[in-house]
């Protein structure tokens, strides 16, 4: 049994939607306080926030399917997603040079490294869809 849509339009809905709005928040802080954790040179503890995150943004997944918040059809979605992943990557690079107008080469390194990642990202998807398309 599938659980796509099955809280929609039950009374269910307004506290699923709450709670994938919550957890979803929860990735962010989570991987905030992580990254703060590690410069703090709390290593252990960040690698426990992590472990929370991923918790927190498969929950907000769950919490997602069970709303039909992401179209059932995964792979026009990731076809979407695979653009967006690749104009996010140039739109993340102009930020991190005006970071580093700014004279913030530290944030610029890392706003950076997210360019890439979301490049990366463009690629790996790109190759899904092109493996599935000939499946």
């Known amino acids: 049994m599938s659980l796509y849509k ?11 939607d709450s709670y994938m709005k ?19 040179g709390l290593n252990d503890l960040a690698e426990t ?7 927190e943004a498969r ?4 919490y997602a399917v069970l709303n039909g918040e992401v179209p059932q059809d995964i792979f026009a979605m990731l076809a979407q997603v695979q ?9 993340i690079a102009k930020i991190a040079a005006t970071a580093r107008t700014l ?7 890392e706003i950076d490294a997210g360019a890439k990642d979301e490049e990366r990202h463009g690629v790996i998807l790109a ?6 398309a000939k499946a």
């Open 22 to 40: 919550a957890e979803a928040h929860g990735v962010m802080l989570y991987y905030a306080l992580s990254r703060l954790a590690k410069e703090q």
């Open 59 to 62: 929950h907000a997944g769950l």
């Open 103 to 109: 004279g913030l080469d530290a944030a610029a390194a």
């Open 83 to 91: 653009k967006a992943e690749e104009a996010g990557a140039v739109q």
């Open 49 to 55: 926030l992590i472990t929370i995150a991923n918790d």
């Open 6 to 16: 099955i809280t929609k339009g039950t009374a269910l809905e307004k506290q699923v």
């Open 127 to 132: 190759k899904i869809l092109k493996d599935y």
